[in-house]
């Protein structure tokens, strides 16, 4: 499977707004995005003076956004919006749900890592527990009740530490509950789309991928 090695900055300019890609660093440092309102490569900068862009370019950038910000390939995202399809209730918001279930994410919301790519690496490397047990699939699917800790022998990984201890850390969800000295997680609920602080319209996906 491809995997993007490049600057994830470059990223952000392309969909033209910080994706928070790189963590506490994106709240600290001033982000290219500020500096060059423009996307990537020979060509950018003619694009800020493009007046209108396609419906289906407009639904097409929602989709690389939202695929970005969760650090998902197009395979995983597609069978992820099967599954919300397939769900009873509204698809986007379905979308947006299952995106939020992922272990991955789950461990980055709870603090325990700064970015979602940290958060996949410490579930790969075996030092996530889910319900006691070691899960090393980082879109392993949480449910309300589940638990997620920090393997006994990884308690004192530095990074781990200094995610919690980050000042810049986002607020704990409140789908979510933590104590941070035993380095353990609950979900206390299913999260609902309000719950989510994803600024994404998701509907402009369920379009792109219904054609």
């Known amino acids: 499977m491809a995997r993007y090695t490049g600057p994830v900055c470059k990223?952000?300019?392309?969909?033209?707004?910080?994706?928070?890609?790189?963590?506490?660093?994106?709240?600290?440092e001033k982000c290219p995005v500020e500096r060059r309102q423009y996307a990537p490569g020979q060509h950018g900068p003619a694009s800020v003076r493009r007046r209108k862009q396609s419906e289906y370019s407009v639904q097409l950038r929602e989709k690389q956004k939202v695929k970005r910000v969760y650090g998902l390939h197009e395979k995983q995202f597609r069978n992820l919006f099967e599954y919300a399809a397939g769900r009873p209730g509204v698809t986007g918001d379905n979308l947006v749900v299952a995106l939020e279930s992922r272990l991955d994410n789950v461990v980055f919301r709870l603090?325990?890592?700064?970015?979602?790519?940290?958060a996949?690496?410490?579930?790969?490397?075996?030092?996530?527990?889910?319900n006691g047990i070691v899960v090393d699939i980082p879109s392993?699917?949480?449910?309300?009740?589940?638990e997620?800790?920090?393997?006994?022998?990884?308690?004192?990984?530095?990074?781990?530490?200094?995610?919690?201890?980050?000042?810049?850390?986002?607020?704990?969800m409140e789908w979510l509950s933590l104590d941070e000295k035993k380095k353990v997680g609950r979900v206390v609920r299913q999260p609902a789309r309000g719950d989510i602080p994803l600024a994404a319209q998701e509907q402009l996906i369920v379009e792109l991928y219904s054609k």
């Open 148 to 172: 997620v800790a920090v393997r006994e022998k990884s308690r004192e990984l530095d990074l781990v530490d200094a995610s919690l201890g980050a000042r810049s850390r986002p607020r704990l």
């Open 111 to 118: 603090g325990l890592a700064v970015s979602r790519r940290q």
């Open 120 to 130: 996949r690496q410490l579930v790969r490397h075996r030092h996530v527990k889910v």
């Open 140 to 146: 392993y699917r949480l449910s309300a009740g589940d």
């Open 11 to 28: 990223r952000c300019r392309r969909e033209g707004q910080k994706l928070f890609l790189k963590g506490a660093k994106c709240y600290t």
